[in-house]
């Protein structure tokens, strides 16, 4: 047992030698600033995960800076101060990675209580320094395979140039061949196992989905689209939504007594068509779906750009159509097997052709129609499918000059137009909640609210159409952007939003390291509604504030948010 210790010591006291000083230094300061927090709660292990990545791109940025300043020939006049400065290290490294894990688990403790959610036990955060050794080691030992690799190549081209064109060609050719295997063929054959494996999950039915008999909906008996062609959350979407008698209930429930007559609900019309080789295709489909139902004789027709899979928000839909009584139609359109987060990492294409093509074909025949004789038109999408609808616009201008109005929700900051809008806030406007322009046109939801207050009304006249853009400060789909690796965002120079603690700071690379973790759990299933990526009570605020009926009210639509919030019509 004693050599045992006296071998761990010895390895111990020589291990940032081996890894080398500085990487070693500036992978502890990356590790312990990866416990600091961000938007979303994380937990031990997802914080461990976090942790052995945010270590490993320290070290790699720590190898850097020790070879600039090998490259200064000033090792040697370092060599006395390596020694102690090793011995620092090896002291200050564990003392510094607990202090670190500590104080993160009680800011996890903080972001959420500030985002509404019950505390939970911090001994998980007990893991978190195991984990990122875990995550950390093997990669770590890939990269050093690839500098030695990298090594020998420079020392066979050293043979016939000389050496310092050696090494800057073997950098450049196993830089070449490592990431022309992960992208040609690793990264295509996870795409290609990920799409089949999400074709077959698309090709799947639900228990108690079943086929509609209502000629209103597409993959009915009367429908031009085939039930077994709609996908899966196609499916979901024509056979969901509130009935008829569910919709007189909530009109008679209102607490303005003032909405639609209940005798004078519709059933509501969703056209849906599944996936097909050319969107344009798809889209013609989605208008002979429109025709066949008579689409264009409602008050209301929505057109929404769905996520990557085909999804469409039932919240969104529902409360779409409970405003307006059923007196409505939604289109919408699959264009990929992809979940959202996988096309919102890697194939951002799509959902603009998708929006693009299915927004231009039903504006096309809607233009057709004498103005007093179509419904209005709207359009809406969340996240990816904010970011595909408003591809079919120039701009907020163009938005109103072709429709009555747009809901675009948790939209990604890679969103020309939202990118715009948002950069021409007027100043002393943060960027979580901007005005712009006085908000003659486009405004900003920032967090659901009831009959005490209307976070959109702003001084000044409010001219329709009208855009609203409802986006959560907490939300990191809104905020993820590779600039954060380098740039520190308006949103983080500014007060902090609601929901976003006062000790979430930016640091380069980190802070984007942590905006990744925030993206795919912005939506998770205990982040509460009206924070994060969670916008079910925001969509009753923004459709009233685009079109609502006659007389309705802000109780009217803090009674559909309850109702929403039940997650099923119950009156």
């Not at 690839?146 to 196993?174: E, G, Q």
């Not at 809104?478 to 520190?488: A, E």
Request: aromatic residues 10%; proline residues 6%.
């Amino acid at each position: 047992m004693g050599a045992l210790v006296w071998r761990v010591g010895r390895w111990a006291r020589a291990y940032p030698s081996r890894l080398g000083t500085v990487a070693s230094a500036v992978a502890l300061l990356f590790a312990c600033v990866a416990q600091t927090p961000s938007l979303i709660p994380r937990g031990g292990v997802v914080q461990g995960v976090l942790t052995g990545i945010a270590a490993l791109s320290g070290y790699g940025i720590g190898a850097v800076l020790g070879w600039l300043v090998r490259s200064l020939d000033v090792r040697d006049k370092l060599a006395p101060a390596r020694r102690p400065v090793r011995r620092v290290l090896v002291v200050l490294a564990p003392v510094a990675v607990v202090v670190s894990v500590v104080a993160g688990a009680r800011w996890d403790q903080d972001v959420r209580a500030a985002l509404g959610m019950p505390a939970t036990s911090p001994w998980g955060y007990v893991l978190v320094p195991f984990l990122a050794v875990v995550v950390a080691v093997p990669l770590l030992a890939l990269a050093r395979w690839l500098r030695n690799v990298t090594r020998r190549l420079a020392r066979l081209v050293a043979r016939v140039v000389p050496a310092t064109i050696a090494r800057a060609v073997a950098v450049v050719v196993v830089g070449a061949l490592a990431w022309g295997i992960f992208s040609g063929v690793i990264w295509d054959g996870v795409l290609s196992a990920l799409n089949a494996s999400f074709a077959a999950a698309n090709a799947s039915y639900d228990a108690g989905v079943d086929q509609p008999t209502a000629a209103e909906r597409s993959g009915s008996p009367s429908s031009l689209e085939s039930w077994d062609d709609l996908g899966r959350e196609g499916r979901r979407f024509v056979t969901g939504g509130p009935t008829t008698t569910q919709l007189a209930a909530f009109e008679g429930a209102l607490p303005s007594r003032t909405g639609i007559d209940p005798s004078a609900v519709r059933e509501p019309i969703r056209v849906y068509a599944g996936m097909d080789d050319d969107v344009a295709d798809t889209a013609a489909h989605v208008v002979a779906e429109l025709d066949r139902t008579h689409a264009w004789d409602r008050q209301y027709l929505l057109v929404v750009t769905t996520t990557g899979s085909g999804w469409v928000d039932w919240s969104m839909a529902d409360s779409f159509e409970l405003l307006h009584g059923g007196d409505t139609a939604i289109a919408a359109m699959q264009y990929s097997n992809l979940p959202s987060w996988l096309s919102f990492i890697g194939d951002r294409e799509h959902p603009a052709e998708a929006g693009r093509a299915l927004f231009d074909a039903v504006f096309a025949r809607w233009s057709e129609l004498p103005a007093d004789h179509r419904p209005k038109l709207e359009v809406a999408g969340i996240s990816l499918g904010s970011f595909g609808m408003q591809a079919a616009f120039s701009g907020p201008q163009d938005v109103a000059s072709r429709t009555d109005g747009a809901l675009f929700v948790g939209t990604p900051s890679f969103a020309p137009m939202w990118r715009d809008v948002t950069d021409g806030r007027e100043a002393g406007t943060p960027e979580v909640a901007p005005v712009v322009d006085g908000g003659r046109e486009v405004r900003f939801l920032t967090g659901p609210a009831g009959s005490d207050g209307d976070p959109l009304a702003q001084a000044g006249p409010w001219s329709s159409p009208r855009v609203v853009y409802a986006q959560h400060a907490s939300d990191g789909v809104t905020w993820w952007s590779p600039d954060t690796i380098w740039d520190r965002p308006d949103w983080l120079s500014e007060p902090r939003g609601t929901g976003v603690v006062d000790a979430t700071r930016w640091f380069p690379v980190v802070t984007f390291e942590q905006l990744t973790g925030d993206l795919f759990f912005a939506a998770g299933g205990d982040v509460p509604m009206g924070t994060g990526h969670q916008f079910e009570l925001e969509y009753a605020q923004g459709f009233a504030a685009l079109d609502a009926p006659e007389g309705w009210t802000t109780g009217d639509t803090a009674f559909l948010q309850r109702v929403v919030q039940q997650r099923e019509p119950r009156f």
